[in-house]
């Protein structure tokens, strides 16, 4: 469909190449899909698709003409673009056009970026946050009742309709009746908050949540990231990549080494060693422990299915797959693991409610010991 890569996403992209190739295309399509999943790079990717004025045999944007090199710049003139934004100065009103050429420099660098990423960008103080006015609602019914420029098409991106408030009524009209060959592509995260008078006027396309192997490949790819780094936040980014970048630039410590210094206290029941484990990682801010703790989960994780699976080449970088491979010769039965998986995630509870570092992490450290014995220990 498109000429840049689109991860992931292979569902969405073929429901809207079918709705084109069917001849139904529908003149506004509501593309849902969680934070960091990639809502706006498949909407422009999709544009890009319909404006292309050699679209090939593949069903693919050439990547090449006229129309792509504009599109893939943010400058195709009958590609408009609706963002939150706040006013830049006092008596401005507010305005996606204020902001278009931070918008464009922000999503070639951070096309995955979050919407508080975007509004951080621009100078947002204080979790100010962004809106659509009306204003600007009543500026896209003219700028769409105006003929394509260029194009086949007028296609009108509304990156997060959630921020359109009751403001969205006044496009109402413009989205059942649009002008010919008028395309919406509105990109959202959660359909609460987008007017019910909106989405019943629209067509849904879901976005599926991002695997781990696609979040890798971006990091990798789109955000030149190391194999070993995109590996572990990966891993970590609950399927957004914007989350994602966030674990990379907190996780500056080396935590297979933290991880490896753990167990080995825990296995030789070497309360010195925990001792001056647990000092060492309660220091880490709350975010950074309860990550630490969900890498630990992901390690132990890897070590059951290699321990279980002849074979089984785990998606971690070299140095975390050496040691998942060195732990998985303990041969531990699946109980204690899932035992010891199950420690953690109560840890990762009491951190995440901020409970004491300390306690918390001692208390787990003896309760693996006791797993590990096969016994419990009473809470
Ligand atoms: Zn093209």
Same mark, same amino acid.
């Given at each position: 469909m498109q000429a840049q890569a689109i991860y992931g996403q292979e569902k969405a992209q073929s429901d809207l190449l079918n709705f084109y190739q069917s001849g139904h295309l529908p003149h506004a399509i509501l593309m849902l899909g969680k934070e960091g999943s990639g809502g706006l790079p498949l909407a422009i990717s999709f544009a890009q698709f319909l404006l292309c004025e050699q679209k090939g045999a593949q069903a693919e944007?050439?990547?090449?003409?006229a129309a792509c090199l504009k599109t893939k710049a943010l400058v195709h003139p009958d590609l408009h673009f609706t963002f939150p934004s706040f006013p830049p100065k006092p008596g401005v009103k507010t305005n996606s056009k204020n902001f278009i050429r931070e918008f464009r420099e922000f999503f070639t660098k951070h096309p995955y970026g979050s919407v508080t990423d975007w509004l951080e960008s621009i100078g947002a103080k204080d979790r100010q946050s962004g809106n659509i006015s009306a204003e600007e609602c009543k500026e896209m019914i003219e700028t769409l009742s105006l003929k394509a420029m260029e194009g086949a098409y007028k296609i009108q991106i509304v990156w997060r309709p959630e921020y359109l408030g009751k403001e969205g009524n006044i496009l109402l009209k413009l989205i059942e009746e649009p002008p010919s060959n008028t395309i919406f592509l509105l990109v959202a995260? %959660?359909?609460?908050?987008?007017?019910e008078t909106i989405l019943s006027r629209t067509q849904l396309v879901r976005l599926q949540p991002m695997a781990d192997e696609a979040i890798r490949e971006i990091l990798q790819n789109v955000y030149q990231v190391s194999e070993q780094d995109a590996a572990r936040a990966a891993v970590l980014s609950e399927g957004n990549v914007a989350h994602a970048l966030t674990v990379l630039q907190e996780n500056e410590s080396d935590w297979l080494q933290l991880i490896k210094d753990w167990f080995n206290g825990v296995f030789t029941y070497n309360g010195n060693l925990i001792g001056k484990w647990v000092d060492q990682v309660s220091k880490l801010p709350t975010v950074q422990l309860k990550n630490f703790l969900m890498y630990a989960q992901q390690l132990l994780g890897h070590t059951l299915r290699m321990s279980m699976i002849p074979g089984y080449q785990p998606a971690l970088s070299a140095a975390d797959a050496q040691f998942v491979q060195k732990l998985a010769t303990? %041969?531990?039965?699946y109980q204690t693991i899932n035992q010891m998986d199950n420690l953690i995630g109560t840890a990762v509870y009491h951190v995440e409610r901020n409970a004491n570092a300390k306690v918390v992490l001692l208390h787990l450290s003896v309760a693996m010991q006791y797993a590990l014995k096969g016994t419990k220990l009473s809470a």
């Amino acid at each position: 469909m498109q000429a840049q890569a689109i991860y992931g996403q292979e569902k969405a992209q073929s429901d809207l190449l079918n709705f084109y190739q069917s001849g139904h295309l529908p003149h506004a399509i509501l593309m849902l899909g969680k934070e960091g999943s990639g809502g706006l790079p498949l909407a422009i990717s999709f544009a890009q698709f319909l404006l292309c004025e050699q679209k090939g045999a593949q069903a693919e944007a050439c990547g090449q003409c006229a129309a792509c090199l504009k599109t893939k710049a943010l400058v195709h003139p009958d590609l408009h673009f609706t963002f939150p934004s706040f006013p830049p100065k006092p008596g401005v009103k507010t305005n996606s056009k204020n902001f278009i050429r931070e918008f464009r420099e922000f999503f070639t660098k951070h096309p995955y970026g979050s919407v508080t990423d975007w509004l951080e960008s621009i100078g947002a103080k204080d979790r100010q946050s962004g809106n659509i006015s009306a204003e600007e609602c009543k500026e896209m019914i003219e700028t769409l009742s105006l003929k394509a420029m260029e194009g086949a098409y007028k296609i009108q991106i509304v990156w997060r309709p959630e921020y359109l408030g009751k403001e969205g009524n006044i496009l109402l009209k413009l989205i059942e009746e649009p002008p010919s060959n008028t395309i919406f592509l509105l990109v959202a995260e %959660q359909t609460d908050s987008v007017l019910e008078t909106i989405l019943s006027r629209t067509q849904l396309v879901r976005l599926q949540p991002m695997a781990d192997e696609a979040i890798r490949e971006i990091l990798q790819n789109v955000y030149q990231v190391s194999e070993q780094d995109a590996a572990r936040a990966a891993v970590l980014s609950e399927g957004n990549v914007a989350h994602a970048l966030t674990v990379l630039q907190e996780n500056e410590s080396d935590w297979l080494q933290l991880i490896k210094d753990w167990f080995n206290g825990v296995f030789t029941y070497n309360g010195n060693l925990i001792g001056k484990w647990v000092d060492q990682v309660s220091k880490l801010p709350t975010v950074q422990l309860k990550n630490f703790l969900m890498y630990a989960q992901q390690l132990l994780g890897h070590t059951l299915r290699m321990s279980m699976i002849p074979g089984y080449q785990p998606a971690l970088s070299a140095a975390d797959a050496q040691f998942v491979q060195k732990l998985a010769t303990r %041969q531990f039965n699946y109980q204690t693991i899932n035992q010891m998986d199950n420690l953690i995630g109560t840890a990762v509870y009491h951190v995440e409610r901020n409970a004491n570092a300390k306690v918390v992490l001692l208390h787990l450290s003896v309760a693996m010991q006791y797993a590990l014995k096969g016994t419990k220990l009473s809470a």
